[in-house]
């Protein structure tokens, strides 16, 4: 039968031969269901280090801070300082972006981020007060524990509602997409400095390819940046989930929509890598005590 012709749809045969005339139907959706085969079937791919720098010893250790953002720009193999995957172009994006045009620019960028931050003074004080309640009762505070802490140490309400849903939001997101066994049911969002500290390691780096200092001071650098905000941090979970939601909040400014994570928060896949030993990831071998 003609693909034009007309089909009776009283009658099973002509239903049958009109459906097989269609085959330019079938084959697109035959490479389209090909695809999500090939996609479902094929392994994760595996983190690619730098065979000319070390996986495994403690500048390693303290180059991985800086692995999420790293990866995000990317800017070559996270555990090459001397970020060899930025190009004349994303040179120059970087001192547009960053107002890297000297030396003395990238290292204030850097204090800039290990010192200000990113903070916002009452999203520290809410969390904070989360912190100290887990502590308190030994498990993560349920939604109206936590609100009713931060209203009762001054907050506004409907501040404090907006807050907490936003974070709760970005919780649940990464544990559902990067997996409870990743995220475990007992990680949550302590800090939002974590986005601040893996763009100083970053940032670093960039600065030895913009030819403002060499490996060895770049080294000093990011071994400073670790000892100072490690604290902060109980492990590489910890510290990647307080990246994610620094990010999805510093630039949401704290309104989270529904297409907000999936524009911002894309960064779940980095964390999985990361944290998965099968796929190389750096996080999953590396103890986070230096």
Partial sequence: MHPSARVNLNDLGSILEWLIGQWWVWAIVGVVVLFFVVVWLLPDAKVVPSADFSTTDTEANEIALGYMQISNLPSGPWNDPTAPGIGDREKKQLADQWGLHSRQEWLDNIERLTTVRRRRDPWVISLQLRADLAAQLGRVPKTKEWTTAIVEAGGNKRD?????????????????LAGKDIVP?????????????????????????????DVAEARQIIHRINVEGRPAFDSWVDFGLSYIAGRVMHWSDGNIGDKTFDKLGDNWSDLKAACTEKRNGPWATLSWKL
């Avoid at 404090?160 to 559902?176: D, Y």
């Avoid at 780096?205 to 030819?211: E, F, K, N, R, Y």
Wanted: aromatic share 10%; net charge neutral; proline share 0%.
């Fill in 160 to 176: 404090a509602r907006t807050f907490v849903a936003a974070i709760e939001h970005i919780e649940a997101q990464v544990r559902k």
């Fill in 185 to 213: 049911a007992d990680a949550f969002v302590k800090t939002l400095d974590g986005y601040a500290l893996g763009q100083a390691v970053a940032l670093t780096t960039w600065g030895v390819a913009l030819g403002f200092g």
